[in-house]
């Protein structure tokens, strides 16, 4: 999946590149814990909004797993 991303159109793959940048930034906070229900809450959230925004694109794309 990442050598057809080298294929996309710059925006895309900056799009996506930057989304699971993020996501796997807070899959680790998650992962760590140590914080108050609000901030885990935030992050789930967060967490969710991308996920989605990341299938919509790959989706669009036809890069989303089949």
Known sequence: MMGTA????LFETETLN???EE????LK??????VDAHTRIRREERLKVLTARQI???TAL?????
Not at 6 to 9: Q, T, Y
Not at 29 to 34: I, S, V
Not at 62 to 66: A, E, K, V
């Open 6 to 9: 080298a294929h996309l159109p």
């Open 18 to 20: 930057a989304i699971r």
């Open 23 to 26: 996501r796997e930034d807070l």
């Open 29 to 34: 906070r998650l992962q760590r814990g140590g």
């Open 56 to 58: 919509e694109i790959e």
């Open 62 to 66: 036809r890069l989303g797993r089949r």
